[in-house]
Each structure stands twice: as structure tokens, then as C-alpha cells.
Nanobody, 123 residues
């Protein structure tokens, strides 16, 4: 079992930056692909970024490439999402997820989820 707790979401102006954090419990954290998803009401949960167990490989949604950076610290059992140049369309609930499949992009491939943290970007 892996339990995930996100933090860092808040209201920010367009062009600003935020860093989301996700702390995991469980001894096997380092064996999981970790990812960030986001969801707006009425829409499907979409991948933002994923990172392999070693941290050496990452994958990003086209809409965030060059602006967001995912990283992980397997000693601290944590994964981070640095978000720069935020846009109003980045407004969503952001979820941390853990899964066994290498850099999977669909939410159904992930086994464990956090409760979510709200990011709101004002124009």
C-alpha cells in the first residue's frame, strides 16, 4: 500500500510559479512510476507529467512542456511538480499518483492516488 498526500496548491496570478509536493508512505515508493494529473469539473483526469522510478526518465503533456518540471526524491519519498509561467488554463485540481507501468499516461494505469490540491490561476 502507498498513501499519497499532496500540498502546495493555491491561488496565483498568471505568469507566476508554484511548486506542488507529494509525500508518500510505504517502503516501495522508489519502485513506482510517479505522476501528476489534473482535473477540472466535468472533464476526465489528464496526465500532466510522469517520472520513472529512478528519476532518469520523464514525460510531459504537450501543454506544459517547457513550463513544468517533475522531479522525485526517493530518500524523502517525495515527488514534486515545479510549475512556471502559469496560465489560467492550468487551473485545476492536481493529483499525485503512483503506478507500476513505465511512464504511463492514462489514469487507469495508476493504482494509488492522493486527495488532490487545488491550483487556481487568475488572469
Amino acid at each position: 500500500q502507498v498513501q499519497l498526500v499532496e500540498s502546495g496548491g493555491k491561488l496565483v496570478q498568471a505568469g507566476g510559479s508554484l511548486r506542488l509536493s507529494c509525500v508518500a508512505s510505504g517502503r516501495t515508493f522508489s519502485s513506482y512510476t510517479m505522476a501528476w494529473f489534473r482535473q477540472v469539473p466535468g472533464q476526465e483526469r489528464d496526465i500532466v507529467a510522469s517520472i520513472a522510478w529512478s528519476g532518469g526518465s520523464t514525460r510531459y503533456a504537450e501543454s506544459v512542456k517547457g513550463r513544468f518540471t517533475i522531479s522525485r526524491d526517493n530518500v524523502k519519498n517525495a515527488v514534486y511538480l515545479q510549475m512556471n509561467s502559469l496560465k489560467p488554463e492550468d487551473t485545476a485540481a492536481y493529483f499525485c499518483a503512483a503506478g507500476k507501468y513505465y511512464l504511463a499516461t492514462h489514469y487507469s494505469s495508476y493504482d494509488y492516488w492522493g486527495q488532490g490540491t487545488q491550483v487556481t490561476v487568475s488572469s
